[in-house]
């Protein structure tokens, strides 16, 4: 199965942190699974870093390819996708996330309340 990490459970499983819900630990170190993190994510923690945040390692993301974890541009379809969105969530990075899952057909794991207002699966 495709799954797509929200943010916080990318940084959750990266750094060993105890909020990481055991079935998503789970589904991620599944090989059979696969796991994948947008771009947007990574844009996400950039921010989050530069304004001070968040604190990351500055490898954290050859960590995730390093672990078979594929990283999702974002293409003009996943923008298109935006339209469609009700405005539920606020937040850009997790509408982006939304409609990529959304457009490819993807599950998304995640912990956010708001985002099981969308008509997306989620874990």
Same mark, same amino acid.
């Given at each position: 199965m495709r799954y797509l990490l929200d943010t916080h459970i990318i940084l959750w499983w990266l750094y060993d942190d105890p909020k990481l819900p055991g079935r998503d630990a789970q589904i991620i170190s599944e090989a059979d699974n696969h796991i994948i993190v947008s771009v947007a994510s990574l844009w996400e923690i950039e921010i989050k870093? +530069?304004? @001070?945040? /968040?604190?990351?390692? &500055? @490898?954290?993301?050859? +960590?995730?390819?390093?672990? @078979?974890?594929?990283?999702? &541009?974002?293409? =003009?379809?996943?923008?298109? @996708?935006?339209?469609?969105? =009700? /405005?539920?969530?606020?937040?850009p990075f997790d509408r982006m996330i939304i409609a990529q899952a959304q457009a490819e057909c993807m599950t998304l794991l995640t912990i956010d309340k708001m985002v099981k207002k969308y008509d997306v699966e989620i874990v």
């Open positions: 870093r +530069a304004i @001070g945040k /968040l604190v990351v390692d &500055s @490898g954290y993301i050859e +960590a995730i390819k390093t672990n @078979g974890i594929e990283l999702l &541009s974002i293409h =003009p379809s996943h923008v298109v @996708g935006l339209r469609s969105l =009700p /405005l539920f969530h606020n937040d």
